[in-house]
């Protein structure tokens, strides 16, 4: 998978690539950090929680900027490895082969 996007407060390009086979992950830049939205207590649909706010900046200094510029967003910041295991509990299954009726 391949996400191409850009830092919201500077335009860097951004992309991020997951090898199929191993799972790795290429970050560029390397100092890509993640925010996303606080996930509510109560149950929800997944795309719901988490597609409303996710974004990429090209390092945390941006990722500082842009919560300071709006403060009324509970989000936290989530390290690449972070972002990862996120991204896997949350759309994980839906990226799995579906298994075959008998």
Do not use: Y
């Not at 500077?10 to 939205?37: K, R, Y």
């Amino acid at each position: 998978a391949t996400i191409a996007t850009q830092d919201p407060i500077d335009a860097t390009p951004i992309t991020m690539v997951v090898e199929p086979e191993s799972g790795a992950c290429i970050w560029l830049p390397p100092t890509t950090v993640v925010l996303v939205n606080e996930r509510p207590p109560e149950p929800i649909i997944k795309a719901e929680c988490a597609c409303p706010f996710i974004n990429a900046f090209a390092s945390s200094d941006t990722a500082a900027r842009w919560r300071a510029e709006h403060p009324e967003v509970p989000d936290r910041l989530l390290t690449q490895e972070q972002a990862l295991l996120e991204a896997r509990r949350t759309f994980g299954a839906l990226l799995e082969e579906p298994s075959a009726a008998g």
